[in-house]
Nanobody, 114 residues
Framework: QVQLVESGGGSVQVGGSLRLSCLAS????????MAWWRQIPGKNRELVAR?????FTNHVDAVRGRFTISRDKNVLYLQMNNVRPEDTAVYYC??????????WGQGTQVTVSS
């Protein structure tokens, strides 16, 4: 069974940095397409960045140049630099299997103060 556990969230000042981690058990991130999503209460969950099985990455316009998705062994990372208040959200780790079965982590809160 695949399990995903996020960590690294917290409170940070505008312009600061955080690194989120997603520990995967039951599989390795390199075997699947994985992504970071985020959600603000009352709003739809939105994609932040994705890393494909090939290692190719995609970052949405809102975070491109500031955030970087990466993976190492059984851990998926999101390096967040130069954060902004609008980055405040619960961040979720996501994994998609070849059979299109989706797995989600429990989420980790990121709060950016002005």
């Amino acid at each position: 069974q695949v399990q995903l556990v996020e960590s690294g969230g917290g409170s940070v000042q505008v312009g600061g940095s955080l690194r989120l981690s997603c520990l995967a058990s039951g599989t390795q991130p390199s075997d699947h397409s994985m992504a970071w999503w985020r959600q603000i209460p009352g709003k739809n969950r939105e994609l932040v960045a994705r890393i494909f099985k090939s290692g190719f990455t995609n970052h949405v316009d809102a975070v491109r140049g500031r955030f970087t998705i990466s993976r190492d062994k059984n851990v998926l990372y999101l390096q967040m630099n130069n954060v902004r208040p609008e980055d405040t959200a619960v961040y979720y780790c996501h994994l998609l299997t070849d059979g299109l079965q989706a797995f989600w982590g429990q989420g980790t809160q990121v709060t950016v103060s002005s």
